[in-house]
């Protein structure tokens, strides 16, 4: 079975810092991997989505992952963070099961803190 | 282009109380997955319908159902509630299903069981 692992439920970063956040992912075969934000009484919202293209992958908001199968990770970053990207993430993982259809597998969240 | 919207958004209920939930698509999406947000298990996927029928089904005891109406609006039942059921339950929809098609989330609906 599919699984994600987030390092760091809290990561805390100062404004114009470097933003990591780390995401691995275990799978039997080739995954198809999403990264979610979720702003405080909100829903989830798609930063961007790794589907067997390119390993380097660019969403929104300035935001960039890179897929490493050698290393099952695909983590997240942001050259300079802004007070506005305070919230959680997410890291997701899209996997075929025993039939033909997908299940969709999140992280546990990783909440990123921006000080002044 | 309208969002997905959920209604209602809170709803406090008792323990043994059974509770509907509903999620409107965007408009086109024919997939309507559903997921439960505890701060200690984190999301986790509950089913998902295409064009009226359960696709895929995550592990929830059998008081967890839910159904596809024609025009794609998807409800939610929980029967007999249990205080582990308080959570945060967001729909999300999609053109064709979870595969490489991005879900469009819903703010949830809040549900808070006494």
């Known amino acids: 079975a599919q699984s994600v692992t987030q390092l760091g439920s809290h990561v805390s970063v100062s404004e114009g810092a470097l933003v990591l956040l780390r995401c691995n992912y275990s799978?039997?075969?080739?995954?198809?991997l999403f990264w979610y934000v979720q702003y405080p009484n909100q829903g989830l919202q798609l930063l961007l989505k790794y589907t067997s293209a390119a390993t380097l992958v660019k969403g929104i908001n300035g935001f960039e992952a890179e897929f490493k199968k050698s290393e099952t990770s695909f983590h997240l970053t942001k050259p300079s963070a802004h007070m506005s990207d305070a919230a959680e993430y997410f890291c997701a993982v899209s996997v075929k099961g025993g039939g033909s259809n997908y299940k969709l597998t999140f992280g546990k969240g990783t909440l990123l803190t921006v000080n002044p | 282009k309208a969002g997905v919207t959920q209604t209602p958004r809170y709803l406090i209920k008792t323990r043994g109380q059974q509770v509907t939930l509903s999620c409107s698509p965007i408009?086109?999406?024919?997939?309507v997955s559903w997921y439960q947000q505890t701060p200690g298990q984190g999301l986790q996927f509950l089913f998902e319908?295409?064009?009226?029928?359960?696709?895929n089904k995550g592990n929830f005891p059998g008081r967890f159902s839910g159904r596809q109406f024609s025009n794609s609006r998807s409800e939610m039942n929980v029967s007999t509630l249990e205080l582990g059921d308080s959570a945060l339950y967001l729909c999300?929809?999609?053109?064709?299903?979870?595969?490489?098609?991005?879900?469009?989330f819903g703010p949830g609906t809040r549900l808070t069981v006494l």
């Open positions: 319908y295409f064009s009226e029928t359960q696709r």
């Open positions: 799978s039997s075969v080739p995954p198809y």
């Open positions: 999300a929809s999609s053109l064709v299903g979870v595969s490489t098609d991005t879900q469009y």
């Open positions: 408009s086109g999406h024919r997939s």
